[in-house]
């Protein structure tokens, strides 16, 4: 065990008595709690649908089967994200065609998306990065020629502001996930958000085994229902998102500060399209000139938890058997991923242990 741990999730007796008194009523699966869950968000995101799921990996396959792809299709996907952005491409049994990422940004950029199109492209999803917006309506701009289907995996995204409008209804579909080390949690649970009335009816079928009144099933769906119990702690969750989001905003700026010239570090870049991140995670970027994995250890070795981000996709076991992938087909996105460190961000950390991780970090790149 870490002094101070990566992520700590704020959550205490005001959501354990809330799943305690709906079990205690007998209802404990989908019902009245998981609706009144999602109409309390769509009004928090300002979206017209949204729709729970059992966790964030369901609620991205989900939006993704609305376009009955298949094999032979390929879909795009930044190799730069978790191991669910493309695990979902092979779930619809096409596959996944992975792209790179801005150097500056960590996210994609049109360029990106483009340079990997071909006839047999059907679908891209965009990862929202350590819950930074990716440049939905440049991207939007300039893939209109091609009409494919835009998808944001918007996992670490909730509550994120993109020109001054809340993430949720930039592209057709966004899906979030609210596992425990999320900005909000239900300890497992997903939610797919869209503008569109006949996607949020797909999206009911397919999370209810793609039935459509009592036992007469129009579609292979899935059984992707969450549970009332689950709504009800992300209803006491939702009313604390916003004092996390701002605690984890003010923290964010205090580290841009402390780091922002210091040698062999860099603080995340915001653009101007950012009206508010989510800091899912704190991200600094070593300079490729000292060794991060020693820095990471000393860090450690000081009682302060940190994270590496997930390695790119195309390098996991799994991915490399499968297509053959190898070391240095997405250089940037492997060079960054051996720069970056997460370390803690979270609300009631405290000034002493923020001021202590400063110190710790400032004295070990003056060696
Ligand atoms: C957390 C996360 C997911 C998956 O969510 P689960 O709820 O764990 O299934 C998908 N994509 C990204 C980028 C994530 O960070």
Redesign the pocket.
């Given at each position: 065990m870490y002094k101070i741990p990566i992520a700590n999730p704020s959550i205490n007796n005001k959501e354990a008595k809330a799943a305690y008194d709906v079990i205690k009523k007998g209802w404990i699966s989908m019902g009245k709690e998981v609706l009144d869950l999602e109409n309390k968000i769509k009004k928090y995101l300002d979206v017209k649908h949204a729709i729970l799921f059992n966790?964030?990996?369901?609620a991205?396959h989900a939006a993704l089967s609305f376009y009955n792809i298949g094999p032979g299709d390929e879909v795009i996907v930044p190799t730069l994200?978790?191991i669910?952005?493309a695990n979902v491409i092979l779930y619809c049994g096409a596959k996944p065609v992975f792209c790179e990422c801005d150097p500056k940004t960590f996210n994609v950029e049109p360029k990106h998306i483009i340079e990997k199109i071909t006839k047999k492209t059907k679908a891209i999803i965009t990862?929202d990065?350590k819950g930074m917006p990716v440049n939905y309506d440049k991207i939007k701009k300039e893939i209109k020629k091609y009409n494919l289907p835009l998808i944001s995996?918007s996992?670490?995204a909730f509550g994120s502001i993109y020109k001054n409008k809340k993430v949720g209804s930039q592209f057709d579909f966004h899906?979030f996930?609210?596992?425990a080390n999320?900005n909000m949690t239900l300890g497992?649970?997903?939610l797919v958000t869209t503008n569109k009335k006949k996607f949020a009816d797909f999206l009911r079928i397919f999370r209810n085994q793609g039935q459509e009144g009592r036992y007469n099933h129009t579609y292979v769906g899935n059984n992707y229902r969450p549970t009332d119990y689950a709504a009800a702690i992300g209803k006491v969750q939702l009313k604390k998102i916003e004092s996390v989001l701002i605690e984890k905003n003010k923290i964010a700026k205090i580290y841009n500060k402390a780091f922002k010239n210091i040698n062999l570090v860099e603080t995340p870049y915001l653009p101007n399209y950012v009206t508010r991140h989510t800091w899912?995670m704190y991200c600094l970027t070593f300079s490729d000139k000292i060794n991060r994995d020693k820095i990471k250890d000393l860090i450690n070795k000081k009682g302060i938890d940190t994270r590496l981000s997930f390695p790119p996709i195309h390098l996991q076991p799994v991915y490399k058997k499968k297509f053959g992938y190898k070391k240095g087909d997405f250089p940037v996105s492997e060079k960054v991923f051996n720069q970056f460190l997460d370390i803690p961000c979270w609300k009631g950390m405290g000034l002493k242990n923020i001021n202590y991780i400063i110190n710790v970090i400032k004295k070990l790149l003056k060696k």
């Open positions: 966790n964030g990996t369901s991205l994200s978790y669910s952005s990862v990065l995996d996992a670490e899906s996930s609210f596992f999320k497992e649970g997903g899912y």
